[in-house]
């Protein structure tokens, strides 16, 4: 299949915001693994092969804190199982790839590039090069973590207590600003309220269980505001 470069720099152009979103992540990140032991090569080959931000997070914290690896993989897998609810609302797209295809943008998958690609096929559909659009995106974010990656091992390295800075908050911002125009759709904020409180009631839950719990109430609550929309719509 020949290489669409235009569609695939399309997808880095589209991204970009959440590129910028992730840098302050990825340099708590880095100076986090730092500060818990990890060496320089440790922290990027975790950015490297896991590719998870949130599970990261855990996994570091909990190796500092010196937890048994079935622990850290147990927690980390339930953090991680946001993205089988990702991998449904892109199957329909991609049924038509190949295995190929599929094995490498599933390991590229992350919450930003779900975020725009899953927009991008929303409106668009994939095409016949839909895959490149999704795979510019990803390359980008997987390029630009590992890049601020390395910038907080080394940072971390020279600026004690760079992990407490709050740099996190540019993450929250570029999510809210992404979601938030969505919520016009009545099932979209439906499912974002479920979420919410559901999130907020079930935030002091082990393992990060409570991601699970308000992603399940968020697509429960948002199929029953579609199905109350259709039957609205229905003629009388």
Known sequence: MAFRAGVFWQGVR???PMLVGAAPFGVIFGA???????????????SGVVFAGSSQF????????GAALPVIWLTTLVVNLRHALYSAALLPHAQGLS???RWCLAFWLTDETFAVVEHRLRTQGMGAD???FWLGSSLAMYLNWL???????VLGQNIPGLESWGLDFAMAATFTAIVTPQLARRPVLAAAVCAGVTALLARG???KLGLMLAAAAGVLGGML????LARQELPS
């Open 147 to 153: 890049g601020w990656t390395l910038v907080g091992v």
């Open 130 to 132: 839909g895959q490149w």
């Open 58 to 65: 855990v996994a570091v914290s909990l190796m500092a804190a």
């Open 32 to 46: 986090l693994a730092v500060s818990a032991g990890l060496s320089a090569w440790g922290a990027l080959a975790l």
């Open 205 to 207: 839950l082990p393992y």
């Open 14 to 16: 589209d991204t970009t």
């Open 225 to 228: 505001a579609e199905r109350g």
């Open 99 to 101: 295995a190929r295809w």
